[in-house]
């Protein structure tokens, strides 16, 4: 049944969904229902810990042995994603061990990398999912009377073919999908989601140790770091790179929370020009500003008026550039927009560590980098 539960997006009302970690509480309590008393439930139900209900009906519920499984169907609601109708099995069966032991089976992920929520060798089976699990089984336990031991194992099938078209493999997760929430609920359109992401990458590359780093918002800032590895130190592959994709001040905020001593930002001129005004989200939807910045610091740079009128009508930041050739004011015009580049970046990390930016064009190649960033290469040379 459809979690009637829905948030807005722009002027869109759209339909949460509930997550894997959701599901596998539900099923656990299902097959712990199951397993105790010998009753199959009709109707599954939990109190998610953003204090949102959900209840389901159980998709199989079936002994198998000594094992009890159930399965719930995970239901994305409109931000339907790659786990989204897939069925989230429990299995549970009696143990001797006193306690409730979480373990991933089929099609759930196991970490190999440190960093992540979970130590390496776990399955990837997040703290607040076990900790719903816990709370399910342990309350059929205390209602049945039932003081013995239970093993959970937590199944996704298909999982492992499903997660090869996520981050796990590049996360260190291998075999499989991981159990996931926070809030027990799926929020469509979630840029938490995404954050959520990025910081588990900072995070890893905090945990081995690296003292560098370098942002890039997108597949732009990757190419162009495959194109100037030899001119560069440090963008050979040696420094860790974490796409931060529009979030560059989240970004900017998690990596302060761990001891880096110099992050460089590479971008292109359409994502970085907007840090010159202090715009630190650089999606569209928030803010655009390119061609008033560039204009505005034409402007200041001595442009004349009809410059300023074709640079406001400009449709993208190549033309700008263009057009700033033409009255032969590009160097000047960059060089105070990765000024003021610099002095926001440099108040957003509150002197936590060394940051700089790096600008280019698709079209024009290398454009320049911040003072600082200038002596993060000139270090890492």
């Given at each position: 049944?459809?979690?009637?539960?829905?948030?807005?997006?722009?002027?869109?009302?759209?339909?949460?969904?509930?997550?894997?970690?959701?599901?596998?509480?539900?099923?656990?309590?299902?097959?712990?229902?199951?397993?105790?008393?010998?009753?199959?439930?009709?109707?599954?139900?939990?109190?998610?810990?953003?204090?949102?209900?959900?209840?389901?009906?159980?998709?199989?519920?079936?002994?198998?042995?000594?094992?009890?499984?159930?399965?719930?169907?995970?239901?994305?609601?409109?931000?339907?994603?790659?786990?989204?109708?897939?069925?989230?099995?429990?299995?549970?069966?009696?143990?001797?061990?006193?306690?409730?032991?979480?373990?991933?089976?089929?099609?759930?992920?196991?970490?190999?990398?440190?960093?992540?929520?979970?130590?390496?060798?776990?399955?990837?089976?997040?703290?607040?999912?076990?900790?719903?699990?816990?709370?399910?089984?342990?309350?059929?336990?205390?209602?049945?009377?039932?003081?013995?031991?239970?093993?959970?194992?937590?199944?996704?099938?298909?999982?492992?073919?499903?997660?090869?078209?996520?981050?796990?493999?590049?996360?260190?997760?291998?075999?499989?999908?991981?159990?996931?929430?926070?809030?027990?609920?799926?929020?469509?359109?979630?840029?938490?989601?995404?954050?959520?992401?990025?910081?588990?990458?900072?995070?890893?590359?905090?945990?081995?140790?690296?003292?560098?780093?370098?942002?890039?918002?997108?597949?732009?800032?990757?190419?162009?770091?495959?194109?100037?590895?030899?001119?560069?130190?440090?963008?050979?592959?040696?420094?860790?790179?974490?796409?931060?994709?529009?979030?560059?001040?989240?970004?900017?905020?998690?990596?302060?929370?761990?001891?880096?001593?110099?992050?460089?930002?590479?971008?292109?001129?359409?994502?970085?020009?907007?840090?010159?005004?202090?715009?630190?989200?650089?999606?569209?939807?928030?803010?655009?500003?390119?061609?008033?910045?560039?204009?505005?610091?034409?402007?200041?740079?001595?442009?004349?008026?009809?410059?300023?009128?074709?640079?406001?009508?400009a449709a993208t930041t190549d033309a700008c550039i263009e057009l700033l050739d033409n009255e032969q004011l590009?160097?000047?015009?960059?060089?105070?927009?990765?000024?003021?580049?610099?002095?926001?970046?440099?108040?957003?990390?509150?002197?936590?560590?060394?940051?700089?930016?790096?600008?280019?064009?698709?079209?024009?190649?290398?454009?320049?980098?911040?003072?600082?960033?200038?002596?993060?290469?000139?270090?890492?040379?």
């Amino acid at each position: 049944m459809a979690l009637d539960y829905s948030v807005r997006s722009g002027n869109k009302m759209l339909r949460c969904g509930y997550t894997t970690g959701t599901c596998a509480a539900l099923a656990a309590a299902g097959a712990a229902q199951l397993l105790l008393s010998g009753e199959r439930p009709a109707v599954l139900s939990l109190m998610t810990p953003k204090g949102i209900p959900v209840e389901v009906e159980p998709v199989e519920l079936y002994l198998l042995g000594d094992t009890a499984v159930c399965g719930v169907v995970k239901d994305g609601g409109d931000d339907a994603d790659i786990t989204d109708g897939l069925v989230i099995q429990a299995h549970l069966r009696k143990t001797n061990q006193p306690g409730i032991s979480i373990d991933g089976g089929e099609g759930v992920g196991r970490v190999t990398s440190p960093g992540l929520d979970q130590p390496v060798g776990n399955a990837a089976i997040n703290r607040v999912p076990r900790q719903m699990i816990t709370e399910q089984v342990q309350k059929v336990c205390d209602r049945l009377g039932y003081n013995g031991g239970i093993e959970v194992l937590i199944c996704i099938p298909g999982g492992k073919e499903a997660a090869e078209k996520t981050f796990n493999p590049m996360l260190g997760i291998t075999g499989g999908l991981s159990v996931l929430g926070t809030s027990g609920i799926v929020e469509p359109m979630s840029e938490q989601a995404l954050v959520d992401t990025i910081e588990v990458e900072i995070r890893q590359a905090a945990v081995i140790g690296a003292k560098d780093m370098i942002l890039t918002p997108g597949n732009y800032g990757e190419d162009f770091l495959k194109a100037h590895a030899g001119q560069f130190s440090g963008l050979d592959g040696q420094i860790p790179v974490v796409k931060c994709s529009n979030f560059i001040g989240d970004a900017l905020d998690i990596a302060m929370l761990y001891p880096f001593e110099r992050v460089l930002l590479i971008g292109h001129i359409g994502k970085l020009v907007k840090l010159a005004g202090g715009i630190m989200n650089t999606h569209s939807r928030y803010a655009d500003c390119r061609t008033e910045l560039i204009c505005a610091h034409a402007a200041i740079c001595g442009g004349s008026h009809s410059l300023c009128t074709d640079l406001m009508k400009a449709a993208t930041t190549d033309a700008c550039i263009e057009l700033l050739d033409n009255e032969q004011l590009r160097s000047k015009v960059l060089e105070s927009l990765l000024s003021a580049i610099q002095s926001h970046l440099s108040r957003r990390v509150q002197g936590r560590f060394m940051i700089g930016a790096v600008m280019f064009s698709n079209r024009y190649g290398l454009l320049g980098e911040t003072e600082m960033g200038k002596e993060i290469l000139k270090a890492w040379n």
